[in-house]
């Protein structure tokens, strides 16, 4: 267009087959072992994806327009088990002066359930757990009490040693995001191997993929006007009141 550097465009194609599978030993598979139990998984997926981005400098060299660089991509996919989806991109970069660059990206995001989050059989692990109404944290320092612990607010144990039962979930339905990211880049002429960036960024996620280190969390939130669940997960010793199980 307005400058001496060519559009880039790139186009392609991608086939994925994924497989995995974990046999436990048959001791830690019968429940006899000391340690961890955990039942045979196995599982797989395949991908099919197709993609183009197009870089598009619309002025260069030119007086407080050094670089004008427009930027668009989109991504079509089909998942197995899943509905197809596509994700999208686009952005700018612009550089008044050769040490200086402005950019800025507003994009979408899709993750799909890993295999083991998707095929994990039953584990069952005994771990501690911080108990979010105890009213301490981890090194033993006071820490914020969630207003949905009622009366076990400080009169709990803090580091409970819990029975821990998880596996994967076939149902669970894909992760998507809207990320937008704005930033600047200084390459300073007279320090050539330096390059300084600052960049902010948000990130919306929808349908979050969760795991058992999220149940806690869930069942006792910090904000007064959330909405406790996962509480039917969450087990506890009806005399001592100390968690004893997260089931997930």
Known sequence: ????????LALGYEYRLVRGRYDPDPITLAGDASTDWVESTRGSQDVHEAYAELALPVVVGLPALDLVELQAAARVFRYRGFDPGWTWKRGARWRPIRDLTVRGTLSTA????S???LHYE???????ALDPCSGVDFMGDPAPVSPWCGDLAGQVEPLPVVTVEEHGNPRLSPETARVLTAGL???PRFA??????FDLY?????????DVGDVLGQCYPLAADARPHSCQYVERDPV???LTRLVF
Not at 192 to 197: E, K, M
């Open 192 to 197: 050539p191997a330096l390059t300084l960036t």
């Open 240 to 242: 001592t009141h100390a």
């Open 110 to 113: 899709f993750r799909a359930p």
């Open 1 to 8: 267009l307005w400058g001496d550097r060519p559009a880039s």
């Open 115 to 117: 295999l083991r989050e």
């Open 202 to 210: 948000r990130i919306e996620i929808d349908r979050v993929i969760q």
């Open 185 to 187: 880049v200084l390459e």
């Open 122 to 128: 039953k584990s069952s692990y005994n771990s501690l």
